[in-house]
């Protein structure tokens, strides 16, 4: 079953510095992976995606992530964290629906809790 | 902007009261899905309409039903609310092959 994996429930940063929200897949093929923020009851929003091509991926509000296919990572960055930064992300693979083909969804990790301290 | 939109925002009901929440798009995506998010936890995955076709997971509870009237518009109905079904309910929208998950802001379900 194609999967991601979050491993750290909560990641803790002070503003201003560098922040790394994990993530690892388990997928057959060519991964299709996608980082959303989610602020207290509020929707997903989508921060980027990879695709293919260019290994580091540059999305909204100043994140990126690295795609590294020798350590089946799909790690969330950004360069200074703020204190508006602070929600939880999910990292999420397009897993493939039976319903028909070119039919997906997403299949989401458990959700790393970022909190940025002022 | 083409957008998902859910409502109502908040929705209280009452243990076994009848309850639906809408979802409406203005994208023109040929599936929606509905997730649903319990309290610090990852989305799941309950249902989803390939155009008019409805998909049901295998696990969703029979308590949980959906109508999807037009290419616009879903609905989620729940039967008879039990206090494990609050949670957050997320709309979402794609198009074939098109890498893009549009969510709404979905609606938070609180049962009494």
């Known amino acids: 079953a194609q999967s991601v994996a979050q491993p750290e429930d909560q990641v803790n940063v002070a503003e201003g510095n560098p922040l790394t929200v994990k993530c690892t897949y388990s997928?057959?093929?060519?991964?299709?992976l996608f980082w959303y923020v989610q602020y207290p009851n509020r929707g997903l929003q989508f921060l980027l995606k990879?695709?293919?091509?260019?290994?580091l991926v540059k999305g909204s509000y100043g994140f990126e992530a690295e795609f590294n296919k020798s350590q089946t990572s799909f790690h969330l960055k950004k360069p200074s964290a703020l204190v508006s930064d602070s929600a939880l992300y999910f990292c999420?693979?397009?897993?493939?629906?039976?319903?028909?083909?070119?039919?997906?969804?997403?299949?989401f990790g458990k959700g790393t809790k970022l909190s940025v301290i002022p | 902007d083409a957008m998902v939109i859910q409502n109502p925002r908040y929705q209280v009901t009452q243990f076994g009261k009848p309850v639906t929440l809408s979802c409406s798009q203005t994208?023109?995506?040929?599936?929606m899905y509905w997730y649903q998010q319990k309290s610090s936890q990852a989305p799941k995955l309950l249902f989803h309409y390939y155009d008019k076709d409805f998909n049901n997971e295998a696990d969703t509870p029979d308590n949980f039903q959906s109508r999807r009237p037009n290419t616009s518009f879903c609905f989620l109905d729940i039967r008879s609310p039990g206090l494990g079904d609050a949670a957050m309910y997320l709309c979402?929208?794609?198009?074939?092959?098109?890498?893009?998950?549009?969510f709404g802001s979905g609606t938070r379900l609180t049962v009494v």
């Open positions: 994208l023109n995506h040929n599936v």
């Open positions: 979402a929208t794609s198009r074939d092959r098109e890498k893009v998950y549009t």
């Open positions: 990879y695709i293919t091509g260019d290994n």
């Open positions: 997928v057959s093929g060519n991964p299709y």
């Open positions: 999420a693979v397009r897993t493939s629906l039976y319903s028909g083909a070119g039919s997906y969804q997403l299949t």
